[in-house]
Structures are given as structure tokens and as C-alpha cells.
């Protein structure tokens, strides 16, 4: 009995394996095939809202391809949360899943991410155009000041920002630590603040080829003022999502 439980496990982690490189191999094909449009958006100044739905559309057939090959979901609790106005979204960070699945969940945002994905050929083009704010974490207090004034235009413009405070993906099991460059976008934006929490680690986790099948939950929490104090703030978003993401796991 054993040794069949063993041979069946053995099995299950192999299709598992096989159904990631796919998946892989399908990623890497749609995104090449987003190349194609790239000339005649250039053609025409590469106009954001066009650039926007292509992102969008290129993000829900990865989603799309990540259901039917792998059998990963997603659903989404806390949607009455979500301010009617932009506002500062701040989230937990486990994987690559959110920054493609956010363009699907909050289709009209901008999303902070660090400065080497606009290196990415494809994928880099259309962050750079959407537009993303691409920051270099190693800037200091430059990049604090580019991210404020990108994320006020966007605002200004009727776009939510998305912000992943931990700097970098984290496992499943790590606690959420934020960098204390969320606190002082707080202070600058005085906007209403969406804490988000996700465990798309579990299923996708970071720097590991292989997926799991499942349901990636993301969780949006009961928006948080603008006004407080910065550390209260910090304490308050920190608490919030770190208590969330220990249930959804």
C-alpha cells in the first residue's frame, strides 16, 4: 500500500511538473505574440489606453492559459472594499501571478515595480507605456520622490496605484514586512488606502518553475484613512495584511 501511495504521489508531481513547462512554453509563446501589435501602437505615439487593454488582454489570457493547463483560479473576497474613487493599494507579495492578475482584478491602475521588468522584451514595452512606475530600489530617496510624483499623475488621472511594500517576493510562509517607503506615499498621496492580502505563493511560488494546482484567494480589506499618523499608519496596513495572509494560508 505504501509503495502505491509512494508510485501515485511520484506520478501526481511529474503531471504537476509537465503541466507548469507547458504552461511555460504557452506563456512565452502568447507573450511573443503580443510583440506583433508593438509596431503600429509606435506608429501612432503609443497612446496609454490602448497600450492599457492590450495589457489587460494579454493578462487574462495568461490567467486564462494558467486555468486550463494547470488548474489555478482565483477568486476574489472583499470587493465592496474596494473605494468607488482612485486610491493607494497596498498588497502583500508571494508571486508573479499578482502583478499580471492585477491588470484584470483593478483594471485601472498603475502598478509600482522595480526598474529591471521594463528590461523584459515584450512585457517591459508595455509597462513602460501603460504607464507603470518603474523605480530603481537602489536609488533611495530618488526613487521615494519618482514614485510620489508618477503616482500623483496617475491619480490626477483616475488611476488607482498598486504598491508591494515588501520590495521583493516572499515566501508563503513569511511574514509581511513592509518597507517603510509605503508610509511616506501615505503622507504624499493623502488618499484612502486599500490593504490587499493574497497567498498566490502557494501556488505559484517564487523563483520555482513548478505550480500547484488550486484557488489563489485574494482578500480586500476594510480601507484604511487618510490623516494618520505615518507609523500608525504603517503599524495599522502592516497588521492588517499580515493577519489576513496567516487565515487565507
Not at 216 to 222: F, M, T
Amino acid at each position: 500500500m505504501a509503495l502505491l501511495e509512494g508510485a501515485n504521489l511520484e506520478t501526481h508531481a511529474a503531471v504537476g511538473r509537465l503541466r507548469s513547462l507547458l504552461f511555460n512554453i504557452c506563456f512565452a509563446s502568447v507573450t511573443a505574440l503580443w510583440a506583433v501589435p508593438i509596431p503600429f501602437l509606435a506608429l501612432f505615439g503609443s497612446p496609454s489606453r490602448a497600450v492599457r487593454m492590450m495589457a489587460r488582454n494579454w493578462a487574462r489570457m495568461v490567467l486564462a492559459l494558467l486555468h486550463w493547463i494547470v488548474d489555478i483560479s482565483y477568486e476574489v473576497e472583499g470587493r465592496e472594499n474596494i473605494p468607488a474613487e482612485p486610491c493607494l493599494i497596498v498588497c502583500n507579495h508571494q508571486s508573479t501571478w499578482e502583478t499580471i492578475a492585477f491588470n484584470v482584478l483593478f483594471p485601472n491602475v498603475t502598478l509600482v515595480a522595480k526598474e529591471e521588468l521594463g528590461k523584459i522584451p515584450v512585457f517591459g514595452w508595455y509597462l513602460k507605456r501603460a504607464p507603470m512606475i518603474l523605480i530603481d530600489r537602489d536609488a533611495g530617496a530618488a526613487a521615494i520622490r519618482k514614485m510620489a510624483e508618477a503616482s500623483r499623475k496617475a491619480l490626477a488621472q483616475g488611476r488607482s496605484v498598486v504598491i508591494f511594500p515588501q520590495g521583493t517576493r516572499a515566501d508563503a510562509d513569511d511574514k509581511v514586512d513592509f518597507k517603510r517607503g509605503v508610509q511616506l506615499l501615505y503622507h504624499v498621496l493623502d488618499v484612502k488606502v486599500l490593504p490587499v492580502a493574497l497567498n498566490s505563493g502557494r501556488f505559484w511560488p517564487s523563483g520555482k518553475g513548478e505550480k500547484h494546482a488550486g484557488k489563489i484567494r485574494v482578500s480586500c480589506l476594510p480601507v484604511i484613512s487618510p490623516g494618520l499618523n505615518a507609523a500608525h499608519f504603517l503599524s495599522q496596513v502592516q497588521t492588517s495584511v499580515e493577519l489576513e495572509r496567516q487565515r487565507l494560508s
